[in-house]
């Protein structure tokens, strides 16, 4: 039935003039990182529920995490939160990932939880928290050294609630002296990643508040720094895939945090409400990897994938295993889109057959070609089946509730 079906859908693809051979090897290359803080304790601003069987600290954190690369073989490496995943010694951690057959991904600094961050970080007035703030972020850059890792996300909660809180300039000022030496700071195949964010957790304005700032301080920073997208952190209604379009062009987008933005922020399953936003961002990825200008390639082709959700109502790792299978999923209808139709219709200014040429490929099931690939890479035909078959999540409940929060 399943090899029918693949016959069927290869045959079906050859005919579109769709390289199926060269479509699976994509598929096999893709990596998703997922986040360490998705497997713990999570809420809302009204509650944090605790879990039954949730990592009670980063070791089982990483734990869980190699559970979703099991499944699905394309989750090979876990971003950490500093201090949410503060270790003593980070080489002892890069060992126990190494055993559990991954990585560390990204680093993330984290300078908004702690009481001297409550009116700004490397924003805030007082040059004695800017210090602290910015001897976080090269912490963050020794660790990454540490434990191998290329890319350091930074996200800041820093802005003000009021008007005339602040001087809106003076900390633009300050935050660029703050990652200018951060950036000097890095080995030369390290990365800056520098997330925005409209709103949250300061309501009238926010130091970076779209990819236009993001964009412009990583560009004074030099060509280390890119820009990060988490796809919840947009208006709703923006055209998320032109932006990144945008930012490939100019060759300054580093890296994604995916969700869903139902929520206004991190934490729904992406894909779960607007798969069609997802492939969309996967066809402009595509579209620029196809690039006669190898630069455009090349960033494309860097882009790091990581998902930003912490789950607070659904079970941990499925919610992980599902929202990993919808980017997969999205990427391989984008991956059916024949460039060279939507190129051809664009040249004649075929409004509508250029329209088509996209549209068509999201409108084809994908499920035999995504069995065919997991099958080929040696996982589960359907990952979540088999996770909930494997018994894990009945022997880490022994681990009881009150798990780490984040
Ligand atoms: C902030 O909303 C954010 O998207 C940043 O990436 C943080 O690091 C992360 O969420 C924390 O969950
Ligand atoms: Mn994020
Ligand atoms: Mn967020």
Partial sequence: MQDRA???????????GIDVEAVKAKLKALKVETPSWGYA??????????????????????????????????CPAVAIHI?????????????????????????????????DYMLGSVTNSNAAVRRKATDHLLECVEIARTVGSKDISMWFADGTNYPGQADIRKRVHWMHESLKEMYGALDSDMRMLIEYKFF?????????????????????????????????????????????????????LGGFHFNSRKYADDDLIVGSVNPYELFLIFYQILDAIADSD??????????????????????????????????QTQYAKALLINLDEVKDAQE???????????????EMDVTPLLYAVREEMGVPVEPLKAYRASGYGEKIAARGKGGASW
């Fill in 294 to 327: 190898a630069k455009v390639r090349q960033t494309a082709e860097g882009i790091a994938y990581m998902i930003d959700q912490s789950h607070n109502i659904e079970e941990k790792i499925p919610a992980m295993l599902r929202s990993v299978m919808n980017v």
């Fill in 200 to 252: 949250e957790p300061a309501f009238y304005h926010t130091d970076l508040a779209d990819w236009g700032m993001a964009f412009n301080m990583a560009n004074k920073l030099g060509p280390q720094a890119q820009v990060l997208v988490d796809t919840g952190h947009h208006a709703q209604g923006t055209n998320i895939e032109h932006i990144v379009a945008y930012l490939i062009g100019e060759y300054k």
């Fill in 6 to 16: 693949y016959a069927l859908f290869e045959e079906q693809q050859k005919a579109r």
């Fill in 348 to 362: 004649r200014q075929d409004v509508l057959g250029a329209e088509e040429a996209v549209r068509s490929a999201h």
């Fill in 41 to 74: 304790d999570q809420g809302t601003r009204f509650k944090t529920f605790q879990k039954v069987g949730v990592p009670r600290n980063t070791f089982e954190k990483m734990e869980d995490a190699a559970q979703v690369h099991k499944y699905t073989g394309i």
């Fill in 83 to 115: 201090p949410w995943d503060k270790v003593d010694d980070y080489s002892v951690l890069k060992r126990h990932v190494s055993d559990l057959g991954i990585t560390i991904g990204a680093i993330n600094p984290n300078l908004f939880q702690d009481d």
